[in-house]
């Protein structure tokens, strides 16, 4: 309750603040609740002239069949006021093309800030037109320029939800002159999608970004808390006689890949070196304007960046963000997050998964284990109609894989480690009610050809979910829902490991909802989320909803479910700052409440948060959070024990930093959370630093040390007089991390980009102990620690006699660890025409154990400078014929 008055006093003492700093330059300001008029433009047709040539001089007599637009309007810091500089701009078109001009007025070159940077980077000064070609007021295409000619290009879906991973293929060039600098670009219509109607009006919106001030202005005025982006464009006229534009692209590829490692000896698998030559062929077709089939046959899904160090010890899966380009392009047509940011009904990672049988057996001595599963091939039908439907279709077969084995009598065998799989996702959305609404659906399959080494899979899995969302009073409210089921198949042992797994659990011994069955060859559940909220006009933001997952729903053969059996009520309300004062461009504070329980009806948690956010006049910045956390029950903590009860927590977090347009900026923050008779802790530090020592050069370097003790870490199960017993101990965990980014654009086509991370794991535990009452709240009552005489340490095990008859009643591992990991990539980009690319790769890698008693620096020595890297050269080349 303190905690509850604390939040709700903050937030009168900001909301009174804010008043007292309005009230002061109230006589300055424009009154921001007015209506913003919808603008109008007006393009011509340019098919009689002469072409356009792009070369960022706006001098083509085409130019003149129109007049300016201009009237631009600050939306950032200081909303619905003059800018500092003026921006005009010129549309036209043609039977192929639209034509766009922009003239960014700054007399003073020195404050025209000229970065380079790799494309969807938008470095320094830059200038952007969104097109909402259908005038759906939900769907629109982003085209972005920098002055030094870097490209951005974006869809933006649901209103506002923005997608860099759109790369068409278009045209720009920029010059800088005594007034300013100008823009032009040439976008192929083939590269859009809209009607055949014979007159058509389009949504646009032009944004600059002035950066030396760090402004932005619109040429359609936008409220400072607009309830949807799209929603709010102004309008392009005079599109007369388009003809839509069916796209075609085929694009072949060959990689080289050269890889080079420390030799082991005896084992052929391990020679000290690899080779592989690898063609395939991507390829772009309209089926019709508004829906395109993507084939890839062999696919390429190499990432340059690699995956970011990371250990749990929570039993749970780590997530990992989707980086291959066929998956991540359109992505946003595929999505389904039906409760929250990771669980969704389509997860891309589980194609060309790490496959999921063992190559280890009995008599198997060394093996050759395939990293990731081959694609065969795969397909997406997707698109926007003019009538509102939006549509998905994704196909994609992957092989059987066998891995390699050598037996104990030197024979060569292949052992099936994944079977052939078939992966279908299906996507419709329909908007209505003039554009406010949707509803849709989704359907996922995943079909396997089991075999008897792999029967603890399941042979199909199936899911599909409703959503809908409902937006009214100028799309100020909401309504949305979400829904899923789900049904798996497969063997008695298939079924049965799901029961067990640590998503569900069915084992646990205080659970009386579930239980295990060993004879079930099926499973079906549900889950879902109900949210209502506002979401538009005026400054304050609120919501309230429950979201709910059945103990069965199982979404994990080609969806990310992390858990089951979960009901979820929350909560919340921002204010939001956006008048400028004399000591802030923009802030925000909020709360939120939530409350948490399983299907059995077991109260797990309940928390409140505190989140606040500023950026300051001089665009330094600061985030502060904290929230309380009274009641904690974990189901899964215990792996299948009973529910376990962690101790009162209070939370904290601040970070703060320097204003990041400089071209040397620095970021620093701390995490602290503290659990009442010390049970457990976190200490976080992050340092960061960017550093722009040209405008071509970009340098960044973040550190990140993190402490995690705790008395009650999970180690193990053993049995004990017949009764389960769980084994704890204190840990003092320690992470170290360092991340270095270079990146130098000779070009916007051509760039050099370099990543690198060590990272350190530390797991040291001591004081073993065992759980006694596994709810209560006192932690002497919860857990019993072993005396010196019931436990000795020896062989680099436990062994424990608990009941002190001088007899071993069972032991444990020491579960001491040292994960160590240094991943680097070296990547040049050379985009040698529009479309077509060549990479030049250097990636190298070092994964081993440490010693948990070294010191960070000893660690560094032993296992990551002594030690062999993998080293592996690639060259990819791609050419993309446009027909």
């Known amino acids: 309750m303190k905690f509850i008055k ?6 009168i003492i900001a909301c009174f603040s804010h008043q007292i700093n309005a009230q002061s330059s109230s006589d300055k300001k424009p009154d921001l609740n007015l209506a913003f008029a919808k603008r109008s433009y007006t393009t011509t047709s340019i098919n009689d002239l002469d072409p356009i040539k792009i070369d960022g001089i706006i001098d083509d007599d085409a130019w003149d069949a129109v007049e300016w637009t201009s009237d631009y309007v600050e939306w950032e810091p200081d909303n619905n006021t003059d800018p500092s500089q003026q921006t005009k701009m010129k549309i036209v078109y043609d039977s192929r093309n639209l034509y766009v001009a922009f003239r960014c007025y700054e007399p003073d070159p020195e404050k025209i800030i000229q970065r380079m940077g790799r494309r969807d980077d938008f470095p320094g000064d830059w200038i952007e037109l969104n097109i909402d070609s259908y005038n759906d007021d939900r769907t629109a295409f982003s085209f972005t320029t920098s002055v030094s000619g870097v490209k951005g290009d974006e869809f933006i879906s649901n209103n506002g939800n923005f997608d860099s991973s759109w790369n ?16 032009e670009l040439r976008i192929p219509l083939s590269q859009l999608r809209f009607s055949n109607d014979k007159d058509q009006v389009w949504g646009i919106q032009s944004t600059r970004r002035y950066f030396s001030k760090e402004e932005r202005s619109t040429w359609q005025p936008v409220p400072a808390n607009p309830a949807g982006w799209v929603s709010s464009f102004g309008e392009l006229r005079g599109l007369k006689n388009l003809e839509p534009q069916k796209q075609l692209e085929i694009q072949p590829y060959t990689v080289t890949k050269y890889k080079s490692y420390e030799q082991e000896a005896g084992n052929p698998y391990r020679d000290g070196n690899d080779e592989d030559l690898t063609v395939g062929l991507d390829a772009k077709i309209g089926i019709t304007n508004d ?15 690699a995956d970011p160090g990371a250990v749990t010890l929570d039993g749970f899966e780590i997530f990992f963000q989707e980086r291959r380009p066929f998956f991540v392009e359109n992505k946003s047509v595929f999505d389904y997050r039906f409760t929250d940011s ?6 891309s990672r589980r194609i060309g998964r790490s496959p999921q049988g063992q190559a280890f057996g009995p008599g198997v001595v060394y093996a050759d284990s395939p990293v990731n599963t081959t694609i065969l091939g795969a397909a997406k039908f997707s698109g926007k109609t003019e009538n509102g439907w939006t549509i998905g279709v994704l196909e994609s077969v992957t092989a059987k894989e066998y891995a390699g084995v050598i037996n104990t009598n030197g024979e060569e065998d292949e052992v099936l480690v994944e079977p052939l799989t078939n992966y279908f996702v299906g996507r419709v959305q329909k908007d209505f009610n003039d554009r406010n609404s949707y509803v849709g659906t989704m359907f996922t399959a995943t079909h396997r050809n089991i075999e008897d080494d792999l029967t603890f899979l399941h042979t199909q899995a199936f899911s599909g979910g409703l959503d809908f969302k409902h937006n009214w009073k100028d799309r100020t409210y909401y309504l949305e829902g979400h829904s899923v089921i789900s049904h798996v198949r497969g063997s008695k042992e298939a079924i049965l490991n799901t029961q067990n797994s640590i998503v569900h659990l069915f084992q646990r011994t205080d659970a009386d909802h579930v239980e295990v069955d060993p004879n079930r060859t099926s499973l079906t559940g549900t889950g879902g989320r109900l ?4 979401g538009g006009g005026g400054n304050w933001r609120y919501r309230a909803g429950g979201k709910w997952i059945s103990p069965e729903l199982e979404t994990n053969d080609i969806g990310f479910l992390r858990q089951a059996d979960d009901i979820r009520q929350y909560a919340g309300v921002n204010r939001l700052f956006t008048r400028p004062t004399s000591w802030f461009r923009r802030a925000n504070i909020g709360i939120e409440q939530s409350s948490v329980f399983d299907f059995e009806g077991n109260y797990n948690r309940m928390q409140y948060e505190l989140r606040s956010s500023i950026n300051y006049k001089n665009n330094w910045w600061s985030e502060f959070g904290a929230a309380h956390k009274p009641r904690i029950f974990v189901n899964s903590f215990l792996r299948g024990g009973p529910r376990w009860r962690f101790n009162e927590e209070n939370y904290w977090f601040l970070f703060s930093g320097t204003d990041q347009r400089k071209k040397l900026s620095f970021r620093a923050g701390y995490v602290h959370a503290q659990a009442k008779q010390n049970a457990f802790g976190l200490r976080r530090y992050v340092v960061g630093t960017n550093y722009q020592p040209l405008n071509a050069l970009n340098l960044s370097l973040e550190l990140e040390y993190e402490q995690n003790p705790s008395k009650t870490q999970y180690i193990t199960e053993r049995s004990f007089n017949g009764a389960a017993r769980y084994i704890l101990g204190q840990i003092d965990q320690e992470t170290l991390s360092a991340t270095l980014r270079v990146n130098y654009s000779i070009n916007p086509n051509l760039s050099i980009q370099y990543y690198g991370q060590p990272f350190i794991f530390k797991a040291d535990y001591s004081n073993l102990n065992f759980v006694q009452d596994a709810t ?5 009552k919860r857990i019993s620690w072993y005396g010196d005489d019931q436990i000795a340490f020896e062989n680099n095990s436990y062994l424990i006699d608990e009941n002190r008859d001088n007899i071993i009643d069972y032991s444990v591992s020491n579960p001491d660890f040292t994960f160590v990991q240094f991943r680097s990539n070296l990547v040049a980009r050379w985009e040698y025409i529009p479309g077509s690319e060549i990479f030049f790769v250097w990636s190298q890698g070092v994964t081993g154990l440490g010693d948990v008693d070294n010191d960070f620096s000893a660690i560094v020595d032993n296992q990551l400078l002594r030690q062999r890297p993998q080293n592996t050269f690639l060259i990819k080349a791609t050419y993309r014929f446009i027909l």
């Open 6 to 11: 604390f939040t709700f006093g903050l937030l």
């Open 168 to 183: 068409p293929i278009w045209y720009v060039k920029t010059n800088i002159d005594e007034e300013g600098w100008t823009a």
């Open 291 to 305: 829906l395109t089939v993507d084939l890839t046959i062999n696919p390429d899904f190499g990432q340059v960046d």
């Open 342 to 347: 990771q669980n969704n009904l389509f997860f």
């Open 531 to 534: 949210e209502f909220g506002k």
């Open 776 to 780: 209560a709240r006192d932690i002497n």
